[in-house]
């Protein structure tokens, strides 16, 4: 017996035990009231079950005093539905088909080919973490990056992993438009009951690009109910944005507290490493079948790596030009690849090579200090300056790379470090003449 039958049969024990109070004899209640079967409950409500409707009629006069005492014996604020065993037969039949719902997941977005890096890893094993125990510790789990950066691959990750665990858990992946979209329909069809429902019993809620949703005011009002129920209910959310939780424009500030109550990761743009990695991934998956060089994925890595849609896109179109143009080649070679991008990337003039090793230098002699001091973890004065000032010139100058590249480069620092410093100088440079007029020299020595 669960702990739901036992507070039932709790309740009609001491419903008994005030029968003269009620005004019922004990023949009544041992016809009416022991035919009484508590079938289940969601949030408060609570489905109790009779044999038929003409018990039904008799017992729902003593309903309230049925709930009040439920009440108090479990502390709770629980509502009593009382329906007919018919009727309840009914109604579950056509849950399971409210049930029977596909759940979206891509079967080719795993983990196992999810390419891990510096630049998502903590939101890699946040995911994994998840999936593996989910509605345990982290829910919801809200991940954020710019487009194309692998948060749509971790969601169906989470998915896919979740159901080869248990293929009975109840998965669903939406964007938020389609769930505005389906919210709309229910309205227009009358079936809200049913679209509550629903989403009220996943076990697991992938939510895509939920900033689709701020400024819709009736959608966030019923995610919100739908959000609170599951989490009351132990079940795991997953939601992705462009932006962290406070940036999200337009979404009600309740929502954004709630999405700000579990935990909170982010991707950053992959650093070369990831990026080379994820040239590899797709060319295993793509079964190419012939050698492409390591200096071609160095050039792409180097200059196609905004986000990985833009490194997927960019290898397609070399492997499609070697399938178009390059039929007497063996092998795919930087200046095959330059050809191929001939119309989307012009090579510079020389001039003097722009690098972290540079900058760093540049700095370093400006300052007569060193390149070990730089990366040391001194705490002088002039080599505080000198760092941040590196730091803030390798942000600034290097295209599309990351804090947590730079915070390496430097010693290994961690990438808040590196945030924190690039913000210091931004501020200084407003504040202090002589400090900027220090920066701009630099910036002419390196350019």
Partial sequence: MNNLDIDWQKTLNIFQSKLDEFNIDKISFDSFFTTLQVRDIVDNDVTITID???????????????????NTLTNGRYHLTLITEEDYNKLTSKKKVLLNFEDNLNPDLTFENFVVGNSNRLAKGACLAVAMKPGISYSPLFIHSNSGLGKTHLLNAIGNYAKSKNPTTKVLFTTSENFVNEYIQSLANHTIEEFNYKFRHIDILLIDDIQFMATKESSSEIFFNIFNSLISNKKQIVITSDKPPRELKGMESRLVSRFSSGLTVSIDTPEFETSKAILRKKIEIENVDYPITE??????ASHFNTDVRELEGSLKRLLFYKLICGKKYNEIDLEFALEAFSDTYTQPVQKKELTVANIKKCVADYYHLTVTQINSKSRTSNTIIARHIAMYLVRTLIKDISFIQIGHEFGGRDHSTVMKACKKVENKIQKDMGYRKAVEDIKKKLT
Wanted: hydrophobic share 50%; glycine share 0%; net charge negative.
């Fill in 295 to 300: 200096e071609v994925l160095d050039f792409i």
């Fill in 52 to 70: 038929t409707q003409w018990s039904l009629d008799f017992v729902s006069t003593y309903l309230v005093n049925l709930e009040e005492i439920y």
